[in-house]
Protein backbone atom coordinates (compact mmCIF):
# COMPACT_ATOMS: atom_id res chain seq x y z
CA UNK A 1 0.00 0.00 0.00
CA UNK A 2 2.78 2.29 0.73
CA UNK A 3 3.90 2.11 -2.81
CA UNK A 4 0.84 3.74 -4.16
CA UNK A 5 0.87 6.81 -1.51
CA UNK A 6 2.23 9.00 -4.39
CA UNK A 7 -1.12 8.91 -5.77
CA UNK A 8 -1.79 11.39 -2.60
CA UNK A 9 0.50 13.68 -3.98
CA UNK A 10 -2.06 16.43 -5.39
CA UNK A 11 -3.95 16.31 -1.78
CA UNK A 12 -1.70 16.72 0.67
CA UNK A 13 -3.87 19.86 2.49
CA UNK A 14 -6.78 17.41 2.18
CA UNK A 15 -4.56 14.70 4.22
CA UNK A 16 -3.96 16.62 6.53
CA UNK A 17 -6.90 18.74 7.52
CA UNK A 18 -8.80 15.17 7.29
CA UNK A 19 -6.81 13.43 10.51
CA UNK A 20 -6.35 16.84 12.52
CA UNK A 21 -10.21 17.69 12.16
CA UNK A 22 -10.53 14.02 13.36
CA UNK A 23 -8.16 14.81 16.14
CA UNK A 24 -9.87 17.92 17.05
CA UNK A 25 -13.53 15.55 17.62
CA UNK A 26 -11.41 12.99 20.00
CA UNK A 27 -10.33 15.72 22.01
CA UNK A 28 -13.74 17.00 22.58
CA UNK A 29 -15.20 13.70 23.09
CA UNK A 30 -12.46 13.03 25.98
CA UNK A 31 -13.99 16.41 27.33
CA UNK A 32 -17.05 14.81 27.66
CA UNK A 33 -16.69 12.39 31.06
CA UNK A 34 -14.96 15.51 32.93
CA UNK A 35 -18.24 17.34 32.33
CA UNK A 36 -20.27 14.53 33.39
CA UNK A 37 -18.16 13.64 36.80
CA UNK A 38 -18.52 17.18 37.62
CA UNK A 39 -22.51 17.79 36.76
CA UNK A 40 -22.86 14.83 39.24
CA UNK A 41 -20.68 15.82 41.60
CA UNK A 42 -21.54 19.28 42.01
CA UNK A 43 -24.14 19.85 40.47
CA UNK A 44 -26.39 16.71 41.08
CA UNK A 45 -24.76 16.28 44.69
CA UNK A 46 -25.12 20.38 45.56
CA UNK A 47 -28.84 20.43 43.80
CA UNK A 48 -27.36 23.42 41.97
CA UNK A 49 -29.53 23.68 38.88
CA UNK A 50 -27.94 26.74 37.29
CA UNK A 51 -24.56 24.49 37.47
CA UNK A 52 -26.71 21.79 36.18
CA UNK A 53 -27.93 23.86 33.12
CA UNK A 54 -24.82 25.66 32.51
CA UNK A 55 -22.76 22.34 32.37
CA UNK A 56 -25.35 20.32 29.78
CA UNK A 57 -25.02 23.98 27.60
CA UNK A 58 -21.15 22.94 27.46
CA UNK A 59 -22.11 19.57 26.44
CA UNK A 60 -24.41 20.39 23.68
CA UNK A 61 -21.36 22.79 22.66
CA UNK A 62 -18.96 19.79 22.41
CA UNK A 63 -21.27 18.11 20.68
CA UNK A 64 -21.79 20.84 17.80
CA UNK A 65 -18.42 21.28 17.49
CA UNK A 66 -17.53 17.47 17.31
CA UNK A 67 -20.01 16.75 14.85
CA UNK A 68 -18.75 20.09 12.64
CA UNK A 69 -15.80 18.40 13.30
CA UNK A 70 -16.56 15.21 11.78
CA UNK A 71 -18.12 16.58 8.79
CA UNK A 72 -15.10 18.57 7.72
CA UNK A 73 -13.02 15.51 8.34
CA UNK A 74 -15.22 13.48 6.78
CA UNK A 75 -15.20 15.80 3.55
CA UNK A 76 -11.54 16.23 3.10
CA UNK A 77 -10.63 12.54 3.68
CA UNK A 78 -13.48 11.59 0.92
CA UNK A 79 -12.16 13.91 -1.49
CA UNK A 80 -8.49 13.01 -0.87
CA UNK A 81 -9.53 9.24 -1.54
CA UNK A 82 -11.95 9.67 -4.89
CA UNK A 83 -8.54 12.06 -5.95
CA UNK A 84 -6.48 9.35 -5.04
CA UNK A 85 -8.36 6.35 -6.82
CA UNK A 86 -8.05 8.37 -10.08
CA UNK A 87 -5.09 9.15 -9.96
CA UNK A 88 -4.21 5.97 -9.56
CA UNK A 89 -7.17 4.79 -11.95
CA UNK A 90 -5.43 6.81 -14.52
CA UNK A 91 -2.26 6.02 -14.19
CA UNK A 92 -3.21 2.14 -14.27
CA UNK A 93 -4.90 2.51 -17.38
CA UNK A 94 -2.09 4.71 -18.80
CA UNK A 95 0.08 1.39 -17.52
CA UNK A 96 -1.94 -1.38 -19.22
CA UNK A 97 -1.91 0.78 -22.33
CA UNK A 98 1.96 0.63 -22.36
CA UNK A 99 1.99 -3.27 -22.22
CA UNK A 100 2.79 -5.81 -25.51
CA UNK A 101 0.51 -8.19 -26.38
CA UNK A 102 2.63 -10.48 -25.01
CA UNK A 103 2.07 -8.62 -21.35
CA UNK A 104 -1.86 -8.84 -21.77
CA UNK A 105 -2.06 -12.08 -23.22
CA UNK A 106 -0.23 -12.89 -20.21
CA UNK A 107 -2.37 -11.42 -17.58
CA UNK A 108 -5.64 -11.54 -19.42
CA UNK A 109 -8.13 -9.23 -19.78
CA UNK A 110 -10.57 -10.10 -16.55
CA UNK A 111 -7.67 -9.97 -14.26
CA UNK A 112 -7.31 -6.41 -15.65
CA UNK A 113 -10.75 -5.34 -15.55
CA UNK A 114 -11.39 -7.01 -11.72
CA UNK A 115 -7.83 -5.12 -10.43
CA UNK A 116 -8.96 -1.34 -12.63
CA UNK A 117 -12.08 -1.38 -10.83
CA UNK A 118 -12.74 -4.00 -7.83
CA UNK A 119 -9.20 -3.62 -6.63
CA UNK A 120 -8.83 0.51 -7.10
CA UNK A 121 -11.90 0.69 -5.13
CA UNK A 122 -10.64 -0.92 -2.31
CA UNK A 123 -7.64 0.75 -2.19
CA UNK A 124 -9.32 4.11 -2.23
CA UNK A 125 -11.84 3.14 0.43
CA UNK A 126 -8.54 1.86 2.64
CA UNK A 127 -7.12 5.80 1.94
CA UNK A 128 -10.34 7.12 3.52
CA UNK A 129 -10.84 5.31 6.35
CA UNK A 130 -7.02 5.32 6.99
CA UNK A 131 -7.22 8.96 7.20
CA UNK A 132 -10.61 9.36 8.93
CA UNK A 133 -9.49 6.90 11.61
CA UNK A 134 -5.79 5.99 12.17
CA UNK A 135 -4.80 9.39 14.28
CA UNK A 136 -8.87 9.09 15.98
CA UNK A 137 -8.35 5.88 17.60
CA UNK A 138 -5.28 5.51 18.62
CA UNK A 139 -5.17 9.25 20.37
CA UNK A 140 -8.76 8.35 22.08
CA UNK A 141 -7.52 4.72 23.90
CA UNK A 142 -4.16 6.95 24.70
CA UNK A 143 -6.14 9.78 25.49
CA UNK A 144 -8.59 7.76 27.74
CA UNK A 145 -5.70 5.96 29.74
CA UNK A 146 -4.53 9.11 30.57
CA UNK A 147 -7.24 10.79 32.15
CA UNK A 148 -8.15 7.97 33.52
CA UNK A 149 -4.36 8.25 35.55
CA UNK A 150 -5.73 11.48 36.93
CA UNK A 151 -8.22 9.78 38.55
CA UNK A 152 -6.53 6.79 40.14
CA UNK A 153 -4.24 5.55 39.25
CA UNK A 154 -4.72 2.20 40.64
CA UNK A 155 -7.89 1.63 38.32
CA UNK A 156 -6.09 2.59 35.30
CA UNK A 157 -4.13 -0.72 35.79
CA UNK A 158 -7.33 -2.75 34.56
CA UNK A 159 -6.88 -0.02 31.07
CA UNK A 160 -3.26 -1.23 30.98
CA UNK A 161 -4.43 -4.99 30.92
CA UNK A 162 -7.47 -4.42 28.91
CA UNK A 163 -6.02 -2.47 25.84
CA UNK A 164 -3.02 -4.95 24.98
CA UNK A 165 -5.04 -8.08 25.23
CA UNK A 166 -7.76 -6.20 22.95
CA UNK A 167 -4.53 -5.67 20.78
CA UNK A 168 -3.41 -8.78 20.65
CA UNK A 169 -7.06 -10.39 20.07
CA UNK A 170 -7.40 -7.31 16.51
CA UNK A 171 -3.30 -8.73 15.71
CA UNK A 172 -4.44 -12.39 15.78
CA UNK A 173 -7.57 -11.95 13.53
CA UNK A 174 -5.69 -9.16 10.87
CA UNK A 175 -3.08 -12.07 10.25
CA UNK A 176 -5.58 -14.56 9.87
CA UNK A 177 -7.53 -12.98 7.17
CA UNK A 178 -5.18 -11.20 5.47
CA UNK A 179 -4.35 -14.46 2.92
CA UNK A 180 -8.44 -14.47 2.94
CA UNK A 181 -8.71 -11.66 1.18
CA UNK A 182 -6.20 -12.41 -1.46
CA UNK A 183 -7.84 -15.55 -2.09
CA UNK A 184 -11.09 -13.78 -2.70
CA UNK A 185 -9.82 -11.27 -4.56
CA UNK A 186 -8.47 -14.06 -7.03
CA UNK A 187 -11.72 -15.71 -7.31
CA UNK A 188 -13.35 -12.37 -8.50
CA UNK A 189 -11.12 -12.86 -11.11
CA UNK A 190 -12.46 -15.93 -12.24
CA UNK A 191 -15.91 -15.14 -11.52
CA UNK A 192 -15.38 -11.99 -13.81
CA UNK A 193 -14.07 -14.72 -16.34
CA UNK A 194 -16.71 -16.80 -16.29
CA UNK A 195 -19.04 -13.42 -16.81
CA UNK A 196 -17.19 -12.14 -19.68
CA UNK A 197 -17.14 -15.48 -21.43
CA UNK A 198 -20.82 -15.82 -20.85
CA UNK A 199 -21.61 -12.15 -22.00
CA UNK A 200 -19.33 -12.49 -25.36
CA UNK A 201 -20.67 -16.24 -26.14
CA UNK A 202 -24.09 -16.09 -25.61
CA UNK A 203 -25.33 -16.88 -28.93
CA UNK A 204 -22.89 -19.95 -29.34
CA UNK A 205 -24.02 -21.13 -25.49
CA UNK A 206 -27.76 -21.02 -26.60
CA UNK A 207 -26.97 -23.02 -30.02
CA UNK A 208 -25.27 -25.59 -28.29
CA UNK A 209 -27.87 -25.19 -25.37
CA UNK A 210 -25.14 -25.25 -23.25
CA UNK A 211 -26.86 -22.85 -20.78
CA UNK A 212 -27.24 -25.58 -18.08
CA UNK A 213 -23.80 -26.51 -18.02
CA UNK A 214 -22.53 -22.71 -17.84
CA UNK A 215 -24.86 -21.83 -14.89
CA UNK A 216 -23.37 -25.33 -13.22
CA UNK A 217 -19.97 -24.10 -13.60
CA UNK A 218 -20.87 -20.01 -12.87
CA UNK A 219 -22.49 -21.59 -9.52
CA UNK A 220 -19.44 -23.58 -8.85
CA UNK A 221 -17.32 -20.64 -9.14
CA UNK A 222 -19.61 -18.37 -7.02
CA UNK A 223 -19.70 -21.17 -4.71
CA UNK A 224 -16.23 -21.07 -4.49
CA UNK A 225 -16.18 -17.57 -4.16
CA UNK A 226 -18.61 -17.64 -1.09
CA UNK A 227 -16.82 -20.30 1.11
CA UNK A 228 -14.16 -18.24 0.88
CA UNK A 229 -15.77 -15.05 2.16
CA UNK A 230 -17.75 -17.03 4.79
CA UNK A 231 -14.23 -18.50 6.03
CA UNK A 232 -12.82 -15.25 6.02
CA UNK A 233 -16.38 -13.37 7.30
CA UNK A 234 -16.19 -15.78 10.31
CA UNK A 235 -12.58 -14.93 11.61
CA UNK A 236 -13.75 -11.53 11.28
CA UNK A 237 -16.86 -11.67 13.10
CA UNK A 238 -14.76 -12.98 15.99
CA UNK A 239 -13.57 -9.44 16.58
CA UNK A 240 -16.13 -7.58 17.97
CA UNK A 241 -17.56 -10.13 20.31
CA UNK A 242 -13.84 -11.09 21.81
CA UNK A 243 -13.36 -6.82 22.31
CA UNK A 244 -16.76 -6.34 23.63
CA UNK A 245 -15.74 -9.60 25.87
CA UNK A 246 -13.03 -8.07 27.31
CA UNK A 247 -14.63 -4.20 27.33
CA UNK A 248 -17.39 -5.58 29.41
CA UNK A 249 -15.16 -7.67 31.79
CA UNK A 250 -12.92 -4.90 32.21
CA UNK A 251 -16.45 -2.31 32.99
CA UNK A 252 -17.34 -5.03 35.43
CA UNK A 253 -13.84 -4.89 37.29
CA UNK A 254 -14.09 -1.26 37.49
CA UNK A 255 -17.51 -0.96 39.18
CA UNK A 256 -16.27 -3.80 41.29
CA UNK A 257 -13.37 -2.33 42.37
CA UNK A 258 -14.31 1.44 41.73
CA UNK A 259 -17.09 0.96 44.03
CA UNK A 260 -14.72 0.09 46.83
CA UNK A 261 -12.69 3.12 46.38
CA UNK A 262 -16.19 5.48 46.01
CA UNK A 263 -17.31 3.58 49.86
CA UNK A 264 -13.41 4.61 51.02
CA UNK A 265 -13.51 8.38 49.87
CA UNK A 266 -10.68 7.77 47.09
CA UNK A 267 -12.85 8.51 44.27
CA UNK A 268 -16.31 10.34 43.89
CA UNK A 269 -19.01 9.24 41.96
CA UNK A 270 -18.59 10.78 39.92
CA UNK A 271 -15.26 9.82 38.92
CA UNK A 272 -16.61 6.49 38.90
CA UNK A 273 -19.06 6.73 35.61
CA UNK A 274 -16.50 8.81 34.55
CA UNK A 275 -14.07 5.71 34.30
CA UNK A 276 -16.88 3.94 32.87
CA UNK A 277 -16.96 6.40 30.29
CA UNK A 278 -13.87 6.21 29.16
CA UNK A 279 -13.55 2.70 29.01
CA UNK A 280 -17.04 2.56 26.53
CA UNK A 281 -15.10 4.98 24.49
CA UNK A 282 -11.88 2.96 24.50
CA UNK A 283 -14.05 0.27 23.44
CA UNK A 284 -15.64 2.16 20.28
CA UNK A 285 -12.21 3.26 19.16
CA UNK A 286 -10.77 -0.18 19.46
CA UNK A 287 -13.64 -1.26 17.33
CA UNK A 288 -13.29 1.23 14.95
CA UNK A 289 -9.31 0.66 15.02
CA UNK A 290 -10.39 -2.99 14.16
CA UNK A 291 -12.66 -2.09 11.40
CA UNK A 292 -10.25 0.00 9.70
CA UNK A 293 -7.56 -2.84 9.92
CA UNK A 294 -10.04 -4.78 8.32
CA UNK A 295 -10.32 -2.36 5.80
CA UNK A 296 -7.21 -1.69 5.48
CA UNK A 297 -6.39 -5.41 4.99
CA UNK A 298 -8.67 -5.84 1.88
CA UNK A 299 -7.16 -2.31 0.57
CA UNK A 300 -3.57 -3.93 1.17
CA UNK A 301 -4.36 -7.39 -0.79
CA UNK A 302 -5.80 -5.01 -3.46
CA UNK A 303 -2.56 -2.66 -3.49
CA UNK A 304 -0.45 -6.24 -3.69
CA UNK A 305 -2.12 -6.95 -7.07
CA UNK A 306 -2.62 -3.49 -8.54
CA UNK A 307 1.35 -3.51 -7.83
CA UNK A 308 2.07 -6.48 -8.89
CA UNK A 309 0.28 -5.26 -12.46
CA UNK A 310 2.74 -1.92 -12.07
CA UNK A 311 5.55 -4.46 -11.95
CA UNK A 312 5.06 -5.93 -15.42
CA UNK A 313 7.54 -4.11 -17.73
CA UNK A 314 6.62 -4.14 -21.75
CA UNK A 315 8.69 -6.86 -23.41
CA UNK A 316 8.14 -4.59 -26.84
CA UNK A 317 9.12 -0.63 -26.33
CA UNK A 318 10.29 2.10 -28.43
CA UNK A 319 12.23 3.79 -25.84
CA UNK A 320 14.77 6.16 -27.20
CA UNK A 321 13.58 5.29 -30.84
CA UNK A 322 13.98 8.25 -33.32
CA UNK A 323 11.91 8.61 -36.23
CA UNK A 324 13.78 6.87 -38.92
CA UNK A 325 14.68 7.56 -42.46
CA UNK A 326 13.19 4.53 -45.08
CA UNK A 327 16.25 3.16 -47.42
CA UNK A 328 15.22 3.97 -50.89
CA UNK A 329 14.72 1.32 -53.04
CA UNK A 330 14.15 -1.89 -49.79
CA UNK A 331 11.88 -4.05 -49.35
CA UNK A 332 8.37 -2.99 -48.19
CA UNK A 333 8.89 -5.86 -45.79
CA UNK A 334 11.31 -8.64 -45.45
CA UNK A 335 11.67 -11.13 -42.94
CA UNK A 336 15.08 -12.31 -42.39
CA UNK A 337 15.54 -15.51 -40.83
CA UNK A 338 12.64 -14.89 -38.66
CA UNK A 339 11.56 -17.63 -35.72
CA UNK A 340 9.53 -16.44 -32.71
CA UNK A 341 7.37 -18.16 -29.69
CA UNK A 342 5.12 -17.18 -27.26
CA UNK A 343 6.14 -17.44 -23.59
CA UNK A 344 9.14 -19.37 -24.03
CA UNK A 345 6.86 -22.30 -25.52
CA UNK A 346 7.48 -24.21 -28.76
CA UNK A 347 8.12 -22.03 -31.81
CA UNK A 348 4.72 -20.68 -33.43
CA UNK A 349 7.11 -19.42 -36.81
CA UNK A 350 10.49 -20.53 -37.66
CA UNK A 351 13.18 -19.62 -39.94
CA UNK A 352 10.76 -17.80 -41.99
CA UNK A 353 12.02 -15.50 -44.76
CA UNK A 354 10.96 -13.42 -47.91
CA UNK A 355 10.48 -9.63 -48.29
CA UNK A 356 7.55 -7.89 -50.55
CA UNK A 357 7.91 -4.82 -52.45
CA UNK A 358 5.59 -1.67 -52.78
CA UNK A 359 2.76 -2.85 -55.09
CA UNK A 360 2.52 -6.42 -54.62
CA UNK A 361 0.19 -8.99 -52.94
CA UNK A 362 1.25 -11.85 -50.84
CA UNK A 363 -1.11 -14.26 -49.82
CA UNK A 364 -0.53 -16.25 -46.35
CA UNK A 365 -2.27 -19.54 -46.23
CA UNK A 366 -1.97 -22.83 -43.57
CA UNK A 367 -4.11 -24.75 -41.39
CA UNK A 368 -5.38 -23.45 -38.12
CA UNK A 369 -2.50 -22.55 -35.78
CA UNK A 370 0.08 -22.28 -38.60
CA UNK A 371 1.48 -19.18 -37.61
CA UNK A 372 -0.80 -16.77 -40.33
CA UNK A 373 -1.71 -14.00 -37.68
CA UNK A 374 1.32 -14.29 -35.79
CA UNK A 375 3.50 -13.57 -39.18
CA UNK A 376 1.55 -10.45 -39.42
CA UNK A 377 1.13 -9.50 -36.09
CA UNK A 378 5.31 -9.31 -35.87
CA UNK A 379 5.55 -6.26 -38.93
CA UNK A 380 3.98 -3.43 -36.66
CA UNK A 381 5.71 -5.31 -33.73
CA UNK A 382 2.98 -6.43 -31.43
CA UNK A 383 5.37 -8.91 -30.55
CA UNK A 384 9.26 -9.18 -31.08
CA UNK A 385 11.33 -11.73 -32.95
CA UNK A 386 12.85 -14.20 -31.10
CA UNK A 387 15.62 -14.57 -33.65
CA UNK A 388 16.12 -12.84 -36.53
CA UNK A 389 14.86 -9.51 -38.09
CA UNK A 390 12.19 -7.84 -40.06
CA UNK A 391 12.64 -4.73 -41.96
CA UNK A 392 9.80 -2.46 -43.56
CA UNK A 393 11.47 -0.07 -45.81
CA UNK A 394 14.84 -1.40 -45.28
CA UNK A 395 15.05 -0.59 -41.27
CA UNK A 396 14.60 -3.00 -38.65
CA UNK A 397 10.88 -2.86 -36.80
CA UNK A 398 12.80 -2.37 -33.71
CA UNK A 399 14.51 0.57 -34.24
CA UNK A 400 10.82 2.51 -35.31
CA UNK A 401 9.04 4.60 -32.92
CA UNK A 402 5.52 3.14 -32.39
CA UNK A 403 3.46 5.98 -33.93
CA UNK A 404 5.65 6.21 -37.16
CA UNK A 405 5.87 2.63 -38.10
CA UNK A 406 2.09 2.03 -37.78
CA UNK A 407 1.40 5.02 -39.55
CA UNK A 408 2.73 2.88 -42.30
CA UNK A 409 0.54 -0.05 -41.66
CA UNK A 410 -3.26 -0.30 -42.19
CA UNK A 411 -4.47 -3.46 -40.03
CA UNK A 412 -7.78 -5.47 -40.58
CA UNK A 413 -7.46 -7.72 -37.62
CA UNK A 414 -9.47 -11.06 -37.48
CA UNK A 415 -12.05 -10.59 -35.14
CA UNK A 416 -13.70 -7.05 -37.01
CA UNK A 417 -13.64 -4.79 -33.74
CA UNK A 418 -15.83 -1.32 -34.09
CA UNK A 419 -15.97 1.05 -31.70
CA UNK A 420 -19.55 2.74 -29.76
CA UNK A 421 -19.64 5.93 -31.74
CA UNK A 422 -21.15 6.49 -34.92
CA UNK A 423 -19.64 5.29 -38.63
CA UNK A 424 -17.95 8.38 -39.23
CA UNK A 425 -16.44 8.73 -35.80
CA UNK A 426 -15.13 4.82 -36.19
CA UNK A 427 -13.56 6.04 -40.01
CA UNK A 428 -11.89 9.26 -38.53
CA UNK A 429 -9.52 6.36 -36.40
CA UNK A 430 -7.86 5.80 -39.81
CA UNK A 431 -7.84 9.26 -40.82
CA UNK A 432 -8.62 12.26 -38.03
CA UNK A 433 -8.81 14.76 -40.63
CA UNK A 434 -10.68 12.62 -43.49
CA UNK A 435 -13.13 14.54 -45.41
CA UNK A 436 -16.52 12.95 -46.06
CA UNK A 437 -15.42 12.32 -49.82
CA UNK A 438 -12.53 10.36 -48.34
CA UNK A 439 -14.95 8.24 -46.19
CA UNK A 440 -17.02 7.80 -49.06
CA UNK A 441 -14.34 6.65 -51.26
CA UNK A 442 -12.83 4.45 -48.35
CA UNK A 443 -16.18 3.08 -48.14
CA UNK A 444 -16.51 2.44 -51.40
CA UNK A 445 -13.49 0.22 -51.98
CA UNK A 446 -14.36 -1.62 -48.86
CA UNK A 447 -18.16 -2.66 -50.86
CA UNK A 448 -19.39 -0.65 -47.77
CA UNK A 449 -21.24 2.35 -49.69
CA UNK A 450 -24.09 0.63 -50.58
CA UNK A 451 -25.88 -0.51 -47.19
CA UNK A 452 -24.71 2.58 -45.72
CA UNK A 453 -26.22 4.87 -47.81
CA UNK A 454 -29.51 3.03 -47.21
CA UNK A 455 -29.33 3.40 -43.62
CA UNK A 456 -31.09 7.25 -43.09
CA UNK A 457 -28.56 8.47 -40.72
CA UNK A 458 -25.56 8.00 -43.70
CA UNK A 459 -22.24 8.27 -41.86
CA UNK A 460 -23.60 9.53 -38.90
CA UNK A 461 -25.60 5.65 -38.46
CA UNK A 462 -24.95 4.59 -34.46
CA UNK A 463 -22.33 1.87 -34.03
CA UNK A 464 -23.04 -0.24 -31.09
CA UNK A 465 -20.20 -1.65 -28.81
CA UNK A 466 -18.06 -3.81 -30.70
CA UNK A 467 -20.48 -2.77 -33.95
CA UNK A 468 -22.81 -5.76 -32.48
CA UNK A 469 -26.03 -3.69 -34.71
CA UNK A 470 -24.22 -4.57 -37.60
CA UNK A 471 -23.96 -8.34 -39.31
CA UNK A 472 -20.17 -9.82 -39.37
CA UNK A 473 -20.17 -9.10 -43.14
CA UNK A 474 -20.77 -5.13 -42.71
CA UNK A 475 -18.71 -4.91 -39.40
CA UNK A 476 -15.65 -6.68 -41.65
CA UNK A 477 -16.12 -4.14 -44.49
CA UNK A 478 -16.28 -0.85 -42.17
CA UNK A 479 -12.93 -1.83 -40.62
CA UNK A 480 -11.58 -2.34 -44.60
CA UNK A 481 -12.82 0.95 -44.49
CA UNK A 482 -11.56 2.26 -41.78
CA UNK A 483 -7.49 0.97 -42.60
CA UNK A 484 -7.83 1.51 -46.46
CA UNK A 485 -9.34 5.52 -45.66
CA UNK A 486 -5.52 6.28 -43.93
CA UNK A 487 -3.79 5.13 -47.58
CA UNK A 488 -1.28 3.04 -45.71
CA UNK A 489 1.76 1.67 -47.33
CA UNK A 490 1.45 -1.45 -46.05
CA UNK A 491 -1.92 -2.75 -45.43
CA UNK A 492 -2.47 -6.38 -43.52
CA UNK A 493 -5.96 -8.04 -44.39
CA UNK A 494 -6.07 -10.79 -41.56
CA UNK A 495 -8.73 -13.20 -42.43
CA UNK A 496 -11.18 -9.62 -43.17
CA UNK A 497 -13.43 -11.15 -46.02
CA UNK A 498 -14.36 -14.64 -43.83
CA UNK A 499 -18.05 -13.17 -43.19
CA UNK A 500 -18.30 -11.67 -47.02
CA UNK A 501 -20.06 -14.03 -50.22
CA UNK A 502 -17.65 -14.44 -53.25
CA UNK A 503 -19.04 -11.98 -55.46
CA UNK A 504 -18.08 -9.12 -52.80
CA UNK A 505 -14.74 -11.06 -51.78
CA UNK A 506 -13.43 -10.53 -55.23
CA UNK A 507 -15.06 -7.26 -55.76
CA UNK A 508 -13.00 -6.04 -52.83
CA UNK A 509 -10.10 -7.12 -53.90
CA UNK A 510 -10.32 -5.44 -57.16
CA UNK A 511 -11.35 -2.55 -55.71
CA UNK A 512 -8.52 -2.40 -53.26
CA UNK A 513 -5.91 -3.17 -56.48
CA UNK A 514 -6.77 0.01 -57.93
CA UNK A 515 -7.49 2.10 -54.93
CA UNK A 516 -4.06 1.95 -52.78
CA UNK A 517 -2.09 0.26 -55.94
CA UNK A 518 1.16 1.68 -54.67
CA UNK A 519 0.49 -0.87 -51.68
CA UNK A 520 2.17 -3.83 -50.16
CA UNK A 521 -0.83 -5.92 -49.50
CA UNK A 522 -0.81 -9.29 -47.14
CA UNK A 523 -3.91 -11.36 -47.26
CA UNK A 524 -4.42 -13.88 -44.65
CA UNK A 525 -7.25 -16.34 -45.64
CA UNK A 526 -8.47 -19.43 -45.19
CA UNK A 527 -9.89 -19.62 -48.77
CA UNK A 528 -7.63 -20.45 -51.60
CA UNK A 529 -9.38 -18.56 -53.81
CA UNK A 530 -9.14 -15.30 -51.97
CA UNK A 531 -5.11 -15.33 -52.39
CA UNK A 532 -5.09 -16.94 -55.97
CA UNK A 533 -4.44 -13.84 -57.75
CA UNK A 534 -1.52 -12.93 -55.36
CA UNK A 535 1.47 -12.41 -56.83
CA UNK A 536 2.91 -14.73 -54.19
CA UNK A 537 1.50 -17.54 -51.71
CA UNK A 538 3.47 -18.19 -48.74
CA UNK A 539 2.23 -21.75 -46.93
CA UNK A 540 2.99 -22.48 -43.66
CA UNK A 541 2.29 -25.68 -41.54
CA UNK A 542 3.35 -25.94 -38.24
CA UNK A 543 5.30 -22.60 -38.07
CA UNK A 544 7.36 -23.32 -41.29
CA UNK A 545 7.25 -21.85 -45.05
CA UNK A 546 7.12 -25.03 -47.05
CA UNK A 547 6.00 -23.20 -50.12
CA UNK A 548 6.60 -19.65 -51.52
CA UNK A 549 5.33 -18.98 -54.87
CA UNK A 550 2.41 -18.58 -56.98
CA UNK A 551 -0.98 -20.26 -57.10
CA UNK A 552 0.08 -22.24 -60.19
CA UNK A 553 3.55 -23.53 -59.57
CA UNK A 554 2.27 -24.72 -55.48
CA UNK A 555 -0.30 -26.35 -56.64
CA UNK A 556 1.99 -28.42 -58.57
CA UNK A 557 4.87 -28.19 -56.39
CA UNK A 558 3.24 -28.45 -52.42
CA UNK A 559 1.33 -31.27 -50.99
CA UNK A 560 -0.19 -29.54 -48.42
CA UNK A 561 -1.78 -26.49 -50.46
CA UNK A 562 -2.81 -28.83 -53.27
CA UNK A 563 -4.78 -30.12 -50.16
CA UNK A 564 -6.19 -27.25 -49.28
CA UNK A 565 -7.16 -26.23 -53.08
CA UNK A 566 -8.89 -29.30 -53.44
CA UNK A 567 -10.51 -29.22 -50.25
CA UNK A 568 -11.86 -26.14 -51.43
CA UNK A 569 -12.77 -26.52 -54.96
CA UNK A 570 -12.56 -29.10 -58.13
CA UNK A 571 -9.35 -29.87 -59.49
CA UNK A 572 -9.99 -28.00 -62.66
CA UNK A 573 -11.28 -24.76 -60.70
CA UNK A 574 -8.15 -25.06 -58.83
CA UNK A 575 -6.16 -25.92 -61.94
CA UNK A 576 -7.96 -22.91 -63.87
CA UNK A 577 -6.72 -20.16 -60.99
Same mark, same amino acid.
Given at each position: ? @?????????????????????? $??????????????????????????????????????????? $??????????????????????? %????????????????????????? %????????? =??????????????????????????????????????????? &???????????????????????? !???????????????????????????????????????????????? $?????????????????????????????? =???????????? =??????????????????? +???????????????????? &???? %??????????????????????????????????? +???????????????????????????????????? !??????????? %???????????????????????????????????????????????????? +????????????????????????????????????????????????????????????????????????????????????? +???????????? @???????????????????? =???
Amino acid at each position: M @FKLIKYLKGYTVQSIIAPLFKF $LEATFELIVPVVMAKIIDIGIKNGDRDYIYKMGFILILLGIFG $LAASITAQYFAAKASVGFGTALR %RDFYRHLNTLSHAETDKIGAPTMIT %RITNDINQA =QTGVNMFLRLFLRSPFIVIGSIIMCLTVSVRLTLIFAVAAPVI &GLIIYLIMTSTIPGYKKIQGRLDK !VSLLTRENLSGVRVIRAFSKQKKEKEDFEAETEGLLKAQVRVGRISAL $LNPLTFAVVNLAIAAILWFGGIHVDTGDIT =QGELIALVNYMN =QILLALIYLANLIIILTKA +GASAARINDIFAVKPSVTDE &GNRE %RTEVTGAPAVEFKNVTFAYHKDKPSLENVSFSINP +GETIGIIGGTGSGKTTLVNLIPRFYDTAQGEVLVDG !VNVKEYPFAQL %RGKIGIVPQRASLFKGTIRSNLLWGKKDASEEEMWQALETAQAAEFVRKIPE +GLDARVEQGGRNFSGGQRQRLTIARAVIMKPHILILDDSASALDFATDAALRKALAEDISGAAVFIVSQRASGIKQADRIIVLDD +GKPVGIGVHKKL @FDSCQIYREICLSQMSEQEA =QNG
